[in-house]
């Protein structure tokens, strides 16, 4: 059974920065694309970036450059590390995943099959 779980969330003063992570297990592809994305209440859920099994990054334009994903094999996890934290990442952050037969691209919006259950970022006045 595959399972997500997101983790690294709390409260963070403005400016400062964060690093979630998604530890993942239960799959035996060697091939998958994760993602992390966002919702805060009353928006809709906004993709933010995403990463294979190559190592390949997408970024979402409003956080390119102060967002990065990356992963650890060894330890089946995928981060997002978030700098200059903002009034407006206060979010439930979520990371999902599919799992493919051969290398695909994907991005930030792909279509997810698995999705954890996200870590709440709250970012302080």
């Known amino acids: 059974q595959v399972q997500l779980v997101e983790s690294g969330g709390g409260s963070v003063q403005p400016g400062g920065s964060l690093t979630l992570s998604c530890t993942t297990s239960?799959?035996?592809?060697?091939?998958?694309?994760i993602s992390w994305s966002r919702q805060s209440p009353g928006k809709e859920r906004q993709g933010l970036a995403a990463i294979d099994s190559l190592g390949r990054t997408e970024y979402a334009d409003s956080v390119r450059g102060r967002f990065t994903i990356s992963q650890d094999n060894a330890k089946n996890t995928v981060y997002l590390r978030i700098n200059s934290l903002q009034q407006e990442d206060s979010a439930l952050y979520y990371c999902?995943?599919?799992?493919?037969?051969?290398?695909?691209?994907?991005?930030?919006?792909?279509?997810?099959?698995?999705w954890g259950k996200g870590t709440l970022v709250t970012i302080g006045s």
């Open positions: 239960g799959y035996t592809h060697s091939y998958y694309c």
């Open positions: 999902a995943a599919v799992f493919m037969d051969a290398p695909t691209y994907c991005h930030e919006n792909y279509g997810m099959d698995y």
